[in-house]
């Protein structure tokens, strides 16, 4: 199979949509790009200040392009890529740095006694003072309906901003207004079945707007540390970070001499800024030994335990943690250590109001006296991706979209 067997129609079939589903799940396993020489094994948690130092760059790499030449027109798309040339040097945080993640590693361990406030960290107004966020569900979803979008996520995410920083993190139906978000509008699928050029222009749209969310939610979290909102932000953090390494794979993996001719003959300013910052990426990668898709996988991987594991360590009674242990066992599975993910298992209390109850009670039904069941978990893994797909699919189909079009 070559790479291009990532890209599949979207039909909404019980049938077809199956055989979408085992060609997704085959595509993620064989995708790579070329690597240059073996990766050392990875001992770094990747929310630590050490390291995340950002290289000593421009954002932009010295990319110029008029802002009247910024625009890229193709066959049903036109995308203005000023944003992914202005932060090209800054696209992907989790590899780069940034302040905000320093920040944010400090949360797990930061909470402070009564009555005591943390010195190293301005804080925001007493949530205690703020009111507790009253709606409807119909008034929820609607809102959720008004954010979601396939291109833009910072814009539209604004008037959650604002009703996060007006009203209590720990009462009331903001969390369930952030949980809803990250649920229906955090990440979605995109393929390319016909021409590569407008899913990677998307996804490093949406990875130029990465660094703002994270800077958003890093400040949120130094200011209402161990509440239900915060909780809810950092479950954020976790898709931004595997919506993050998505977009990094859909770089290093194309060959813009055979993928981006319609980019090409379209905008050359485009084309040339897309092989200078894939030729940056390389570099950097090579330089850190993440040459191959394995060890960028597993890079990524910390990254995500560390922001899971936050979450266990400082979610309020106990909230939402059991999500967090099953995510933590499903990246321990996944990466080839069953018995660290039956540990992580086993600590679940089951709460059935958590989102991934339907998983972690099957596999809590295992049993207890015996090795996990490889196949019976692999299964229960896979379902928990199809039902994400299925659902990805309703939605997209809402709003007119499909998983091949932006």
């Known amino acids: 199979m070559n790479r291009r067997t990532s890209a599949f129609t979207v039909s909404f079939t019980l049938h077809v949509f199956a055989i979408v589903t085992i060609s997704w799940f085959a595509a993620r396993a064989v995708v790579s790009f070329p690597a240059r020489k073996p990766a050392s094994p990875l001992t770094i948690v990747v929310l630590q200040a050490q390291t995340l ?3 000593p760059t421009p954002e932009d790499l010295g990319i110029r392009v008029d802002p009247s030449a910024a625009t890229l027109s193709l066959p049903g798309f036109s995308f203005d890529f000023r944003k992914v040339i202005t932060r090209a040097g ?10 905000s993640l320093e920040r944010l590693a400090s949360v797990a361990s930061r909470e402070p006694a009564a009555g005591i406030g943390n010195p190293l960290v301005r804080a925001g107004p007493s949530d205690a003072a703020k009111p507790p966020l009253v709606m409807t569900d119909a008034a929820v979803q609607s809102l959720l309906d008004a954010s979601w979008s396939r291109r833009d996520r910072w814009q539209v995410f604004q008037p959650i901003i604002a009703l996060a920083e007006r009203y209590s993190a720990r009462v009331g139906r903001l969390s369930d207004l952030l949980a809803g978000y990250v649920a229906q509008n955090g990440l979605q699928p995109y393929a390319d079945p016909k021409i590569r050029d407008p899913r990677l222009w998307t996804e490093l749209g949406l990875a ?17 540390p161990s509440t239900k909102a915060t909780t809810e932000l950092l479950f954020l953090l976790d898709k931004i970070a595997q919506a993050s390494f998505d977009a990094l794979i859909t770089l290093l993996d194309v060959v813009p001499d055979e993928d981006l001719q319609w980019t090409r003959g379209a905008n050359e300013h485009a084309y040339k800024a897309i092989a200078a910052i894939q030729q940056y990426y390389r570099v950097l990668l090579d330089r850190r030994n993440l040459t191959s898709r394995a060890a960028l996988k597993q890079y990524y991987d910390e990254a995500r335990l560390s922001i899971l594991s936050t979450i266990v360590e400082t979610t309020p009674d106990g909230y939402r943690v059991s999500d967090a242990r099953f995510l933590i066992g499903s990246i321990y599975w996944n990466g080839g250590r069953p018995d660290d993910a039956a ?11 958590d989102a991934y109850a339907f998983a972690y009670e099957q596999i809590l039904a295992l049993p ?4 996990l069941d490889a196949r019976r978990v692999s299964e229960i893994l896979s379902r928990v991706q199809g039902t994400w797909l299925s659902f990805s699919a309703t939605r997209l189909r809402q709003f007119g979209y499909h998983f091949d079009t932006y």
Do not use: C, E, N
Request: charge should be negative; charged fraction near 25%; glycine fraction near 2%.
């Open 208 to 224: 130029s707007d990465h660094a703002d969310f994270i800077d958003f939610i890093a400040r949120y979290a130094a200011q209402q």
């Open 343 to 353: 540990r992580v298992w086993r600590d679940i209390t089951v709460s059935r109001d």
């Open 368 to 371: 207890a006296d015996a090795p």
């Open 90 to 99: 800054v696209l992907f945080p989790f590899l780069t740095g940034s302040v």
């Open 53 to 55: 130092s950002p290289d």
